[in-house]
């Protein structure tokens, strides 16, 4: 039985609520229009919401008592960092205040002896491994946006590197998370494993900001490769590529990233980056390791690839080349936006079994063509997570229509193959409506028990993962 439902925000003393804030953070919190109006949207199709008021909080301290203030003035709370969101995750969809960990980006602590790092929220991925480049260690989670650690861990994130070093789910062994009354409470060790309990950690990753303020992230990370080499080939066919894709995984080779790009995606980054690909479909595959390994994996993909009908095979070792190379695959996402403007990107991202990836992507795509998108792919086929962008008017109700129908149908087709509705993006408001299909009633139950018993007022991020 759900017994812990979350309650409806009851009447809220808003005026209050701002006025303490105010005086705890002067002018970091923010009334003013243009502030509102950026943080009352993401990158999603989703209208944008204002928020009623935006905090730029330091310390976990501060978040504390933002929330203690919240809390006893019925007011949401919602979590801002990059502001890539393709879910609509970030939308104050109840108004409320909006916490931004724009001013929490510093890194608090880099242990070389056991490879890990903590950061606040606020982070960007790409300043991180920026810092720690004289460690000899990187922190290789590497999403298509330059996400904040936090962002990323709230959506349980992935990225290219995923099939060599895992998710976020695998990078976090610690949290601290402030709770919507605004106790502190700190999650995990320093150790490598740990049988002692429940596992607090990895119910927050993932949670989306709906049972907690995330405002330390302790990561896992990793000695830089010995030798790196890239590799880029074109296909005739979707189909092929696809099939190349799972040929390699299933020789066992250690593939650090493999990723698929298909015709229509390339044609949007030869327009947006001014390269000059093929307009067929590509893979991009990269290797980690030492000479002698790389250079056996180099040589067993090239057969593959030659099998599948593979052309146009170019590997690179040098870091110029390389760059040069995956500039197709980092330009994806501004590629999108910049494709159809001034349409919206309505991002599908499932992720099925091996054997299940070709015919769901000749699905999605027949499907999508049918009813009028040329929807560009990309994925990350090494781990079967792939994306399909489709360019929407939010002003045209018919052509959202249709963008929603084919998105439910890629979702509903992923999950009865033994797949999920999200790999990597999150649920926030698109996803909801498939969170029973995927998890059945009773799981769905209990995840609003656990939502009830951490914020019994519905105050953290409302309206977002749970239908």
Not at 81 to 93: K, Q, R
Not at 346 to 356: F, I, N, R, Y
Request: hydrophobic share 40%.
């Amino acid at each position: 039985m759900n017994t812990h439902t979350a309650k409806p925000a009851a009447p809220r003393d808003l005026e209050a609520a701002r006025d303490a804030l105010a005086r705890l953070l002067g002018d970091r919190f923010s009334t003013g229009s243009s502030v509102l109006d950026q943080h009352g949207r993401d990158e999603s199709w989703h209208r944008p919401q204002r928020p009623d008021g935006v905090c730029f909080p330091e310390t976990t301290e501060e978040i504390s008592e933002i929330c203690k203030i919240c809390f006893a003035h019925e007011v949401p709370i919602v979590a801002f960092g990059a502001g890539s969101s393709v879910e609509g995750a970030l939308i104050p969809t109840s108004g409320g205040i909006v916490v931004s960990t724009e001013r929490m980006q510093q890194l608090l602590n880099v242990d070389t002896a056991n490879f890990d790092c903590t950061v606040q929220p606020g982070m960007r991925r790409i300043a991180l491994n920026e810092a720690l480049r004289d460690s000899g260690l990187f922190f290789p989670v590497d999403p298509g946006a330059d996400a904040s650690i936090g962002g990323m861990t709230a959506t349980r994130a992935s990225g290219t590197n995923a099939m060599r070093y895992g998710t976020m789910a695998d990078a976090v062994r610690g949290l601290v998370v402030v709770l919507a009354d605004g106790r502190i409470l700190r999650t995990g060790t320093r150790a490598r494993k740990s049988a002692a309990g429940y596992d607090l950690t990895h119910l927050f990753v993932g949670s989306e900001g709906t049972l907690g303020f995330v405002t330390e992230i302790t990561l896992r990370l990793f000695p830089l490769p010995e030798e790196t080499d890239t590799a880029i080939s074109s296909f005739d066919t979707l189909d092929d590529a696809v099939n190349a894709a799972v040929a390699i995984q299933q020789c066992g080779l250690p593939a650090a990233r493999l990723e698929l790009l298909d015709d229509v995606m390339i044609d949007a980054v030869n327009a947006f980056s001014g390269t000059d690909l093929p307009l067929r479909p590509h893979l991009f595959i990269e290797f980690h390791g030492s000479r002698p390994a790389n250079d056996h994996a180099i040589e067993l993909v090239g057969e593959i690839v030659k099998d599948m009908g593979g052309s146009d095979f170019e590997w690179a070792r040098t870091q110029e080349d390389r760059n040069r190379l995956w500039k197709a695959r980092h330009d994806c996402a501004h590629a999108c936006k910049n494709y159809r403007r001034p349409k919206r990107l309505l991002t599908c991202d499932v992720c099925v079994p091996l054997s299940a990836l070709a015919e769901s992507i000749a699905r999605a795509r027949a499907d999508a063509r049918e009813n009028g998108f040329d929807a560009p792919i990309l994925g990350h086929v090494g781990d079967g997570n792939y994306h399909m962008v489709l360019l929407v008017d939010p002003d045209d109700a018919d052509e959202v229509a249709r963008a929603q129908g084919v998105a439910d149908r890629l979702v509903d087709h992923a999950i009865e193959v033994g797949g999920t509705s999200t790999g990597e993006h999150g649920v926030g408001i698109g996803k909801r409506k498939h969170m029973v299909h995927e998890h059945g009633e009773v799981a769905v139950d209990l995840m609003r028990d656990i939502k009830g018993l951490l914020d019994p007022r519905n105050l953290m991020n409302p309206g977002k993962v749970l239908p």
